[in-house]
């Protein structure tokens, strides 16, 4: 039968058996909702792993809720690129992972479902990190082998850290956006967990392919970069800008050990410096605001989603006044700020200095980069600047701030980078990881690196 | 008011006209465009209806004839060009905003000549967009339906200088405009379907002075509105600067039951778009090469096909009104999608060019059945002129029929009606011989005489005696006889010759 409106087209997918069976208990809010028991495995590449997938990543299966009251009880119409590959090659996705609102924010807390808890120690109560924290935390306590996320300004690589667990944001334009619900186009990148490097890649060679649904998917011959030379010596780039005042002391000490590591098996150690890293962030944050205001301007309560009715007594005169009870109360206080800011940045006062500013910034970030990669073949330094924060611990100053030099340049310069995890905090036995960045195109050299730190 | 009124003014006027891009898919998505006739929200997809997670993928056809339509339009075409969001909130806009090219449009500074002024009317830029959905309003129920069949079909935004002077000119322009697209197969054009629709810019000033200000009357539907609300606001603006008061820079629209242009919106009122370069699409290039190569296989626009007939038929005895009235035929014909050539469903130039097939039938004789016998045939049936219904090799056989007086002109009417009344594949001599409009040829003929002489001895006595016009009344009964179809001229021949060996 042919829909004859959209929410038809969704409610006819609705009345499509989702999977709800629960069997696996979790105590950590990973999940979103319920996990499905593992199944007889489809014969392919990946059939012996199960899979956890990012809410903001479209299955037709279970929800897709991005965290978000707008999409409470959204099922898509279809499904994701990079979850049909998976499904393809024999794996099992179990369920859909919490995460912050549309992937804002950076300790899972910005949630419908609720802050996810950290398994390493859930007595503790800290935060698994964000925004991808459901799938860092599904992948940690073992209750799926490997879980997808998306990428946007951190939000693998920091949970990651957070968790103790392997997380890749590969190459722009490599892992197909197909299915993803956007957050802010020109930086999302879908990124995958695991509890090694080894499944790590497993999972990437799998995705890592053209999709002719996605106008930013590279073609299938443009996949990956030449090398810098042809000398057998890894160079390691050690940027200083990488290692602000605020780093914990038992940070320092880890990614100093982890260096010493990759020396130890060779590597040579350059320092390098990249001066346009702490303008970074304000650059993010006008860009990903910006393009957030744009994608977020569809949930208005129309075609799909939460639609909430006027009042009796209100003026419907204007669609405007409509669409704001429904987007009022669908989204969250983090992600209304985000629209505003974004929207003021597009406005055309401020267009000149915010958006095409922040757009030359941009540039400069990704000019120092490939600077950098002509002395070096990665760089390496540390994921976070601490371990794994509270739940409920108000963040001190500028230090979610600060904590973001470290992860969002490489979004803005669109090049690999992976957090591994490398050992545990002297001061509270806490997990520490260390990033692996490389040129655009260098995915596996960075799993390589990645590889020699796991030993 | 009178034109009387208008002498000392300069009436200055731009056009922006939106053209639907005649493609079989939309703009960026894959689903199917739609007609008017097609039922509501049955032509869309999860992208056109913004589901999340859903890209846009640029549609090549749209690009070529949007590069079609520049090249026509003699614009500079951009190497590179991109694509940017335009964004405000309305339930016709699912995604909260249109993809455009605000930035860098497709083409910049062209121009179109019009046909009989020969006034260059500079062209500003051309952009490739999407279309909103439609929203359908049930005022009673206060309800609005939203259809999605529009959604996401791509647009041409082509966007006139200042240069235009008068409704006439304006009107002129947009036919010109038209004509040109739908040659090229960019668009259908129809305005009717609104498939094309135009906002235009009028401001005027006293002659010697400077610009006045303008105001935006926006989506001006026909022909007739345009020169109706050209000719209102054109009044209404000299009569405000003529007491004294100013013109406000505003968009307003046009009422067709008042006739009359109304405020929509003052310039402090206009939104702000927020527009953002599209972070999905990229950059759009095109290669000289491309360039060349479209430019080489574009198909003729309307001025060229007007000069060739005239230049080759003219002389032939076509008259310019002949010519014209041919080219009108094809202001309405089918436009094929996506820049394909369609061979089904020729036009009314490539009919006629076909049955005169290089000179081997008289041009005159040709354009004479088809526009006068064909084309009154066919609308005695409510038909418009279809290259199917009498098939060029058909007419083409009729008129040989009668240029070779195998029939004779009044056969061929007959043979022409019923051809319009019943298609048929046969042949058209088959036809004929079935309507019994050929007579049997020679001997026959000689009988007919033959028996009409000897059966009129007094007659043959008056000839014998000096009386030769005495031959028409045995050629009457003669014609009588073969109930008209006999060949008059033959048949005379005939009678005379019989009578003088008589």
Not at chain 2, 86 to 94: E, N, R, V, W
Not at chain 2, 310 to 325: A, H, K
Not at chain 2, 455 to 474: D, H, Q, T
Request: charged share 20%.
């Amino acid at each position: 039968m042919k829909p004859r409106c959209s929410r038809q087209l969704v409610h006819n997918i609705r009345h499509r058996t989702l999977n709800t069976a629960s069997i696996t208990k979790d105590p950590f809010n990973a999940f979103e909702d319920a996990l499905i028991p593992i199944q007889n495995a489809r014969p392919g590449a990946l059939s012996d792993l199960s899979i956890g997938v990012k809410a903001n990543i479209a299955t037709t299966s279970f929800k897709t809720t991005a965290s978000s009251n707008a999409l409470r009880d959204y099922v898509s119409p279809m499904n994701a690129t990079v979850v049909e590959l998976l499904e393809d090659a024999g794996a099992q996705v179990i369920g859909k992972t919490n995460c912050d609102e549309f992937g804002m924010g950076s300790l899972n807390t910005n949630s419908i479902h609720g802050p996810v808890v950290n398994p390493f120690r859930p007595e503790e109560q800290r935060s698994a990190g964000g925004s991808s924290g459901g799938s860092a935390a599904a992948v940690a306590a073992g209750l799926c082998d490997a879980a997808l996320g998306t990428d946007t300004g951190g939000s693998v690589r920091l949970p990651a850290s957070y968790c103790g667990v392997v997380g890749l944001k590969p190459s722009y334009g490599l892992l197909s956006r197909w299915g993803v619900v956007p957050y802010a186009d020109s930086l999302d990148t879908v990124g995958i967990f695991a509890k090694t490097v080894a499944t790590t890649r497993r999972l990437f060679d799998t995705l890592n392919v053209h999709d002719p649904r996605d106008p930013t998917s590279v073609s299938s011959d443009a996949r990956t970069s030449s090398p810098r030379n042809h000398s057998t010596t890894l160079r390691i780039g050690i940027p200083q800008e990488c290692f602000p005042r605020e780093l914990s002391n038992t940070v320092t000490e880890s990614t100093r050990n982890a260096l010493a590591n990759l020396k130890a098996q060779g590597a040579e150690l350059v320092p390098v410096s990249l001066k346009s890293l702490s303008f970074s962030l304000s650059a993010y944050y006008v860009l990903a605001s910006a393009e957030a205001s744009s994608n977020l301007a569809r949930y208005d309560g129309m075609q799909y989603g939460l639609k909430v009715s006027p009042p009796a007594s209100a003026d419907l005169s204007d669609p405007k006044a409509i669409y704001a009870y429904s987007r009022t109360q669908g989204f969250g206080s983090e992600v209304t700020r985000r629209i505003l800011l974004g929207a003021y940045s597009l406005s055309a006062e401020a267009f000149d200095n915010y958006f095409l500013q922040a757009q030359r910034v941009r540039q400069h970030v990704k000019n120092d980069f490939d600077n950098a990669f002509k002395e070096v073949d990665v760089l390496v330094h540390p994921s976070a600047i601490r371990t794994a924060p509270r739940l409920g611990e108000p963040q001190v100053g500028l230090e979610s701030y600060v904590q973001d030099v470290l992860t969002v340049p490489a979004s803005l310069a669109g090049i690999p980078a992976m957090s591994v995890p490398v050992s545990h905090s002297e001061e509270d036995g806490w997990p520490i990881g260390v990033s692996v960045v490389g040129k655009w195109g260098s995915d596996a050299l960075v799993m390589k690196v990645g590889e020699m730190l796991e030993r | 008011m009178s034109r009387l009124f208008r002498d000392g003014w300069h009436i200055v006027l731009g056009i922006e006209t939106h053209a639907q891009i005649n493609s079989t898919q939309k703009l960026f998505s894959s689903a199917p465009t739609s007609l008017l006739a097609h039922d509501s929200n049955t032509r869309f997809n999860a992208f056109d209806a913004a589901f999340p997670g859903t890209l846009p993928l640029l549609n090549p056809k749209c690009v070529l004839l949007a590069l079609r339509a520049s090249l026509a339009l003699n614009c500079r075409i951009q190497n590179r060009s991109t694509f940017d969001r335009k964004h405000y909130f309305y339930p016709d806009l699912p995604v909260g905003y249109q993809i455009t090219q605000h930035y860098a449009p497709i083409a910049k500074d062209g121009y179109l000549e019009l046909p009989v002024s020969k006034k260059r009317v500079r062209i500003q830029q051309v952009q490739m967009e999407q279309d909103t959905a439609k929203s359908i309003s049930e005022p009673r129920a206060h309800k609005s339906h939203i259809d999605l069949n529009r959604s996401g079909t791509g647009l041409l935004e082509i966007v006139t200088e200042p240069d235009l002077q008068s409704p006439e000119e304006a009107s002129e322009y947009v036919r010109a405009l038209q004509a040109t697209l739908r040659a090229v197969g960019a668009s259908d054009g129809n305005m009717e379907s609104g498939s094309m629709r135009c906002d235009v810019n009028v401001s005027v000033n006293r002659s010697g002075d400077p610009f006045g200000t303008r105001c935006e009357i926006k989506n001006v539907n026909s022909f007739r509105y345009i020169v109706g609300a050209i000719n209102f606001e054109v009044d209404r603006q000299i009569a405000l600067i003529s007491s004294g008061q100013a013109v406000e820079q505003e968009t307003r629209g046009f009422d067709h039951y008042k006739w009359e242009t109304f405020k929509l919106r003052s310039k402090e009122d206009a939104p702000d778009y927020r527009y953002m370069p599209d972070p999905n699409l990229g950059v759009l290039t095109i290669s000289q090469s491309e360039i060349t190569n479209i430019r080489d296989r574009l198909p003729p626009l309307p001025d060229a096909i007007r000069s060739r007939l005239l230049d080759r038929y003219e002389s032939q005895g076509v008259s310019v009104n002949d010519v014209d009235i041919l080219m009108g035929l094809d202001t309405t014909r089918l436009v094929p999608f996506d820049g394909e050539h369609s061979t089904q469903d020729m036009g009314a130039v490539d009919y006629f060019e076909q049955v005169v097939d290089n000179g081997r039938r008289s041009a005159k004789a040709v354009s004479n059945w088809m526009l006068n016998n064909l084309l009154g045939q066919l609308s005695a049936h409510s038909m418009e002129f279809s290259s199917t219904r009498v098939p060029p090799e058909q007419l083409g056989a009729l008129v040989d029929l009668v240029t070779s007086n195998t029939i004779t002109t009044a056969s061929g009417k007959l043979l022409l009606r019923h051809l319009v009344a019943h298609p048929s594949s046969a042949s058209v001599e088959q036809v004929a011989r079935s309507l019994k409009l050929v007579e049997d040829q020679g001997d026959d003929l000689s009988a007919i005489c033959q028996r009409v002489v000897e059966a009129m001895p007094k007659e043959v006595a008056s000839f014998k005696s000096g009386n030769e016009n005495v031959v028409n009344r045995l050629l009457g009964k003669v014609m009588k006889d073969t109930r008209g179809r006999a060949d008059a001229h033959a048949a005379k021949t005939t009678l005379l010759s019989l009578l003088k060996s008589y």
